[in-house]
């Protein structure tokens, strides 16, 4: 860093410490670096990535508040981002730093102890740039700087005091349907991106940067090259244009050296225009975070034609399996309705086991070695064919991630039951920067389908917060809500299970071991981001961003239009941050 930045920075550093910075009403600290040795054992005071921890557990160790007191959880403060729509960041906290990202190509820093408004970064757009989904999932952190995906496929890196730009990479060109909404991950040096824009047929990639340069270091593309491994599961040139979109943060091994990426669906959706497996759509893929190699993978289902995009990747989770024997598990809740049980060995990914956690009617049966599906020939959407599937295309889970507890053992899934599609497949031309699907819907309203058999029970709904055992596989409880559910959930070492995604807008906090609300606080809007916990001077606080959008608004407009209700979520952006009555700073 040259010597003039390095005043600049450490006089911002002291303004901020003596509380002289533009009349913030709390002192913060000098910027402590965020290393690989705190990201690989973060503290539990603070929430430095996407998911809180390389594992991606979505779980945080600290347990002030807990299943007792937290019918006390009062808001400590709230701060209007000035942005509409869907808001998908979790605050990202180091020692009082707090980074959100919102639509609109926005970052911004506040202070975490008051919400005042440290900084904030806007990157101005094309006005006549288009993406499929306009929102942003986050920010990742690593040294001294913050680091953010543009929606016009610009990498870009900010000093985490200032908010001033240092550097920025443009991977790929937006006219052509590429873009990105991920939060990126840093490690070891590097800052690793996923783009996407399955939908306007292009081939996606991962890349990693030099986190101090910007240069690039690999880059890895979802739909293997002509000679590559995998690509003869491609008819003729499909593979130029084969999607394989990358929506969410990997996850981690830092054993291994290992990430692991879910990969989205194919282009276009109708599966017969590009017949065979179609290697990487819909699979986890563990990538070698030094080369970008693909040291292997395992695909969920093969050529996709149900829009079930695997993008999640697999929590990392020791799985004990019924010998005795304790196996480096990978762990997801499929979009296709599955629960999948993985191992993770060096270079290599085995099966263990996929059981159904919503209604399914597409799989006929799933190898037992492999965990390769079959198909009922009927439920596959074809040109001139209707057909409808359970989950819906929304799946039996969306993008929101899921969260494992070590505490109670139990793995939990932002469910969404007893909802499925109607699709008919036509046939399409690809052109550059225009949408290539091939379906059609008759009209909104057949998007979806309700699963009338179960809306004949005594207990009629969508969403759910399911808890699952990982030792015996089983389904401990569920929490139903009664519209969709399209929201991240957080367990604590407080026994407590905080979830939000429902068009009620309650963000709410339940009994990790049996699914009882105990609390909950509606707030202006609905939530779909995930929520992350921290500490201050022994105060521990619960953050969620709130902002209804994206596919929780597509979807509730379609409920509508089946309905012919009118059911309206307001989506401005806010922060909500939470803390118990008697330790809330007054």
């Keep these: ?19 002289f910075h533009a009349g913030a009403e709390s002192v913060l600290p000098v910027y402590q670096a965020v290393t690989d040795a705190r990201l690989q054992n973060p503290e539990p005071e603070n929430w430095l990535q996407w998911r809180g921890n390389y594992a991606g557990w979505t779980y945080s160790p600290l347990n002030q508040i807990d299943s007792e007191n937290v019918k006390d959880l009062s808001v400590a403060w709230v701060y209007s981002t000035g942005v509409k729509g869907g808001h998908e960041s979790p605050p990202i906290v180091n020692d009082g730093y707090m980074y959100v990202t919102t639509p609109e190509h926005q970052v911004i820093a506040l202070n975490a102890r008051s919400g005042y408004e440290l900084w904030r970064f806007k990157r101005e757009l094309p006005k006549d740039h288009f993406a499929m989904h306009r929102t942003n999932r986050g920010v990742a952190l690593y040294d001294d700087k913050v680091y953010f995906s543009g929606l016009d496929t610009c990498a870009i890196a900010l000093d985490a005091v200032s908010g001033e730009q240092i550097w920025e990479n443009c991977l790929a060109n937006w006219r052509q349907g590429f873009h990105m909404t991920i939060a990126p991950l840093a490690v070891e040096g590097l800052v690793i991106f996923g783009v996407s824009g399955a939908e306007y ?53 830092t054993d291994s050296k290992l990430a692991y990426y879910g990969v989205g669906n194919a282009a276009p959706w109708l599966a017969e225009m590009r017949k065979g497996d179609n290697l990487y759509t819909n699979s986890v893929l563990a990538i070698d975070i030094k080369t970008g190699a693909i040291r292997d993978h395992h695909q969920y289902h093969w050529n996709g034609a149900w829009d079930w995009d695997e993008v999640s990747p697999p929590l990392l989770i020791d799985i004990p399996g019924k010998s005795g024997k304790i196996s480096k598990g990978l762990v997801r809740a499929g979009r296709n309705g599955y629960l999948w049980f993985l191992e993770r060995q060096n270079d290599q990914i085995n099966f263990i086991d996929a059981l159904p956690y919503v209604k399914q009617n597409v799989f006929k049966s799933i190898d037992p070695h492999s965990g390769r599906p079959t198909y009922h020939e009927d439920k596959i959407p074809g040109i001139g064919r209707w057909v409808t599937f359970c989950p819906s295309l929304w799946g039996g889970k969306n993008w929101p991630p899921e969260s494992y507890s070590p505490l109670t053992g139990l793995f939990y899934i932002p469910a969404v039951e007893n909802l499925c599609s109607r699709m008919r497949g036509v046939g399409i031309e690809r052109k550059d920067g225009e949408e290539y699907m091939g379906y059609e819907f008759e009209e909104l309203a057949s998007m979806i389908r309700f699963d009338k058999e179960a809306f004949e029970g005594d207990n009629p709904h969508i969403g759910e917060v399911q808890a699952w055992d990982i030792k015996t596989r089983e389904k401990v409880w569920t929490y139903p809500i009664k519209e969709m559910n399209v929201g991240s959930v957080m367990s604590t070492a407080g026994n407590l299970v905080f979830s939000g995604g429902s068009n009620d807008r309650e963000f709410r906090a339940l009994d990790a071991k049996t699914g009882e609300k105990l609390w909950s606080r509606r707030l202006n809007s609905g939530t779909n981001a995930v929520p992350s916990s921290y500490m201050l001077d022994g105060v521990q606080y619960i953050a969620v961003q709130a902002g209804w959008g994206v596919d929780a608004e597509v979807m509730q407009a379609t409920f509508n239009n089946v309905r012919g209700e009118n059911t309206f979520v307001p989506n401005d952006g806010a922060i909500w941050v939470f803390a118990l009555k008697e330790k809330s700073p007054k």
Excluded at 4 to 15: E, H, M, P, T, V
Excluded at 221 to 243: F, K, L, M, V
Aim: hydrophobic share 35%; with cysteine; net charge negative.
């Design 1 to 19: 860093m040259p010597v003039s930045d390095y005043i600049k920075r450490s006089f911002l550093c002291l303004l901020l410490f003596f509380g």
């Design 201 to 253: 047929g292009i081939r996606c990639f991962l890349v990693a940067l030099d986190a101090q340069t910007g240069k690039e270091v690999w880059r890895t593309h979802t739909i293997p090259a002509e000679g590559e491994p995998g690509n003869d599961t491609w008819p003729g040139d499909t593979w130029q244009y084969g999607g394989g979109s990358i929506w969410v943060t990997g996850t981690y091994d």
